[in-house]
């Protein structure tokens, strides 16, 4: 199942520009979909929530560190995310970040937030990959 969007819609991921507008999905985590590397640990954790928002499981895959990689990374359809709000974002070395997010949904007529601390690493490919979360 897909649930596409057009580019012009406003990205998933809630980024604004510096005038607190919001960035298109083709301008924000569109580029990184298309296999575009993304430049950070927070653009690339944008993106993959954008990919459970659109139902890309290939993307989440592909982004997902292969050490800690499921064999399914399908996101559950009947979940409708909400909003995503980016609490920090933290370089912990050259290759190893971590950011912490909430991300809003509603499944089966429930509200929930889920809070999570990722870890994502670059490889020597340049590329940052998710590797895990603390759930808080």
Same mark, same amino acid.
């Given at each position: 199942? /897909? %649930? =596409?969007?057009?580019p &012009? =819609?406003?990205?998933?991921?809630? %980024?604004? /520009?510096? =005038?607190? +507008? !919001?960035? &298109?999905?083709?301008?924000?985590?569109? %580029?990184?979909?298309?296999?575009?590397?993304?430049?950070?640990?927070? &653009?690339?954790?944008? =993106?993959? *929530?954008?990919?459970?928002?659109?139902?890309?499981?290939? *993307?989440?895959?592909a982004?997902?560190?292969? !050490?800690? +990689?499921?064999? /399914?990374?399908?996101?559950?359809?009947?979940?409708?995310?909400?909003?995503?709000?980016?609490?920090?974002?933290?370089?912990?070395?050259?290759?190893?970040?971590?950011?912490?997010?909430?991300? +809003? *949904?509603?499944?089966?007529?429930?509200?929930? %937030?889920?809070?999570?601390? &990722? +870890?994502?690493?670059?490889?020597? /490919?340049?590329?940052? *990959?998710?590797?895990?979360?603390?759930?808080r």
């Amino acid at each position: 199942m /897909d %649930r =596409s969007l057009p580019p &012009s =819609s406003p990205c998933p991921c809630g %980024r604004t /520009d510096d =005038s607190g +507008r !919001s960035v &298109s999905l083709a301008d924000c985590c569109g %580029r990184w979909l298309g296999g575009g590397p993304a430049p950070d640990a927070e &653009s690339l954790m944008r =993106s993959r *929530y954008t990919a459970h928002v659109l139902l890309d499981d290939a *993307y989440l895959l592909a982004t997902w560190h292969p !050490s800690t +990689r499921p064999p /399914d990374a399908r996101p559950d359809p009947a979940t409708k995310w909400l909003g995503l709000e980016v609490h920090d974002h933290q370089m912990v070395d050259g290759s190893h970040a971590e950011v912490e997010f909430v991300a +809003r *949904y509603r499944m089966q007529g429930r509200g929930g %937030r889920l809070r999570e601390r &990722s +870890r994502f690493v670059r490889e020597d /490919d340049g590329r940052w *990959y998710y590797v895990d979360g603390e759930i808080r």
